[in-house]
C-alpha cells in the first residue's frame, strides 16, 4: 500500500510537471519568429515596414519588454550584443544573451540591413491561466535555469534542502530554437507523512484481528484435542487397570474357591450315613456345590473376559523425542498449574516400539514425576528428560527432585496394587511395565543420591549402529 502510494504521487508528479514544461514550450519559439517577421519585413520594406509593425508588438506580443535595431552603419554599444550578433550570423539562428533571475531574457538575430535585439519576459510568455496546478498552494518547485541563474516559476512548499531517495525531480532542456538553451527543473518531496496512514492502520488492524482470531482458533483446536487425547489415554489406562484387576482376581479366587468346592464335595460323600439326617445335609452341600460353582463360573467368565490374549505387539520404529513431547504436550496444563518448566537433554532417538503403547507410558512417567513434584515448594521444582541411545538400547530417563522412593518400597513398586500415595491405586506403573515387557524393553526405577526418583524406559533401538 505504501508503494501504491508511492507510486501514484509519482506519478502525479510527472504528469503535471510534464504539462507545465509544454506550456513553456509553446511559447518560447514565438520569441524567434518575431524577429525573423522582423527581419524579414526590413529587407522587403525597409525600416519604415519595421516601426508599423513594431508599433503593433504591445498588443500581440505582451512578453515584449524592449527592442533594439541596428543598421550596418551603427553600433551596438554594448560588447556582449556585438558578440552573440557574431555568433548569430555564423550559426544563421538568434542567440540568447542577457539572462537573469528575473527572468527577462535576450534574443540577438544578426541579419542585412537590420540587426535586432529583443528582451522578453519569460514570465508573461506563459499561459498561466492553463497552468494545471495551484502555484501558491502546491508543493512542487518549477524553475528554469541558465548558467547556474534560476528563474523560480513556482516556489513549492514541499522541497527538501537535500533531496531524499523517496523524493521526486525532473531536469530537461527547454525545446527552444536558439542557444544556448534553458534547462527545465521540477522538484517534489515525498516524506513519510504522505503515506496513507489511515489506510495501513485499518489493514494492521484487520490483519491483527485476523491473527488473533487465527490464533484463538487454533488453540482452541489443539486445546480439544488435548483433552481428547487426555480422555483416550485416561480410558485406556482404566481399560488396562480393569484388565489387570480382573486377571489379578481371577489368580487369587480360582484356586481357594476350586479347593473350597472340592472340600465340600467330600463333605457331601462323609454325610451320606445313616447318622445324620441325608436328606438335608444332601441339600445343603447341593445348594453349596450350585453357589461355589455359580462363583467359580463368573469368576473363569471375567477372566476369560478381560485377560489379554498373548499377541505379540506390531513393533515398527518410533521417534521418542516425538512421543515425549505428545505427552508434554497433552500434560501441559498439569505443567502450568504446579510451575513447572520441564529440562530437555539428549538426542534423536528411534526404537522399536507401539505407538500408543510408547505414548502412555511417557505420559505415566512423567504425571508420576509431576506427582512427586507436588509436595515441593514451587521455587525449587525440577523436572529432567534425557533421551539417548545405550549401545543396542534407547532410553528416555524422567527424573524429579521430589521426595523419593522410600527404600522399603522400591522393590515392590511394579507389583499391582502397590503404591505409595493414598489416593493410588498401584496399577499405573504394573500396566506401564507388562507394556514395555510386551515391546521387548523394560522400565527402571531408582532414588537419585541427589533426591528424588529416576524411571527409565528401555527399548531397542530401531537402527543400532
Known amino acids: ?272 450315613g445313616p447318622v445324620i439326617r441325608p436328606v438335608d445335609a444332601l441339600a445343603s452341600n447341593m445348594l453349596a456345590e450350585e453357589e461355589i460353582s455359580h462363583a467359580v463360573n463368573v469368576v473363569e467368565r471375567l477372566h476369560q473376559v478381560t485377560q489379554r490374549p498373548d499377541v505379540v505387539l506390531e513393533l515398527q520404529p518410533i521417534n521418542l523425542n516425538r512421543a515425549l513431547a505428545h505427552a508434554l504436550d497433552v500434560l501441559q496444563p498439569e505443567l502450568d498449574r504446579l510451575h513447572v518448566t520441564p529440562h530437555l537433554s539428549g538426542k534423536e532417538v528411534d526404537v522399536l516400539a507401539q505407538p500408543q503403547a510408547v505414548q502412555q507410558i511417557a505420559y505415566h512417567l512423567v504425571m508420576n514425576a509431576l506427582q512427586a513434584l507436588e509436595s515441593t515448594p514451587p521455587p525449587g521444582r525440577q523436572l529432567m528428560l534425557r533421551i539417548e541411545a545405550d549401545g543396542q538400547v534407547g532410553r528416555l530417563s524422567v527424573q524429579d527432585n521430589g521426595p523419593g522412593i522410600p527404600y522399603e518400597a522400591l522393590a515392590r513398586v511394579r507389583e499391582p496394587f502397590f503404591t505409595t500415595r493414598a489416593d493410588g491405586l498401584g496399577l499405573g506403573l504394573s500396566v506401564c511395565d507388562r507394556l514395555a515387557t510386551d515391546m521387548g524393553g523394560t522400565i527402571t526405577v531408582y532414588n537419585r543420591n541427589e533426591g528424588g526418583a529416576e524411571f527409565n524406559l528401555n527399548l531397542k533401538l530401531a537402527d543400532p549402529r
Open 1 to 272: 500500500m505504501a508503494r501504491s502510494s508511492w507510486l501514484a504521487a509519482q506519478d502525479q508528479f510527472t504528469s503535471q510537471a510534464e504539462k507545465a514544461l509544454s506550456l513553456i514550450e509553446i511559447r518560447l519559439p514565438a520569441s524567434e519568429a518575431l524577429l525573423r517577421t522582423l527581419a524579414e519585413a526590413a529587407r522587403s520594406g525597409g525600416p519604415a515596414a519595421v516601426n508599423r509593425l513594431e508599433a503593433k508588438l504591445p498588443q500581440t506580443h505582451p512578453q515584449l519588454v524592449s527592442l533594439v535595431k541596428r543598421d550596418t552603419d551603427a553600433s551596438w554599444g554594448d560588447e556582449s550584443l556585438r558578440v552573440a550578433e557574431a555568433a548569430s550570423e555564423a550559426g544563421r539562428g538568434a542567440v540568447l544573451t542577457h539572462w537573469g533571475a528575473s527572468g527577462r531574457y535576450t534574443l540577438v538575430l544578426g541579419a542585412e540591413p537590420l540587426s535586432l535585439a529583443a528582451t522578453f519576459d519569460l514570465r508573461a510568455s506563459i499561459p498561466w491561466a492553463d497552468w494545471p496546478m495551484a502555484r501558491d498552494q502546491h508543493p512542487m518547485r518549477l524553475s528554469v535555469e541558465l548558467d547556474r541563474q534560476a528563474l523560480v516559476l513556482q516556489e513549492g512548499w514541499r522541497v527538501n534542502l537535500v533531496p531524499g531517495h523517496m523524493d521526486f525531480s525532473i531536469s530537461r532542456p527547454i525545446a527552444a530554437p536558439w542557444t544556448p538553451a534553458f534547462r527545465f527543473e521540477a522538484r517534489q518531496s515525498y516524506d513519510l507523512e504522505d503515506l496513507p496512514w489511515s489506510k495501513i492502520l485499518n489493514l494492521a488492524l484487520g490483519a491483527a484481528l485476523l491473527l488473533l482470531a487465527l490464533r484463538a482458533f487454533l488453540r482452541l483446536r489443539h486445546d480439544q484435542e488435548r483433552a481428547a487425547e487426555l480422555l483416550q489415554i485416561g480410558n485406556t489406562g482404566r481399560l488396562n487397570s480393569l484388565a489387570e484387576l480382573a486377571s489379578v482376581l481371577a489368580h487369587e479366587l480360582r484356586a481357594p474357591l476350586g479347593t473350597a468346592l472340592d472340600a465340600i464335595r467330600d463333605s457331601q460323600g462323609k454325610l451320606a
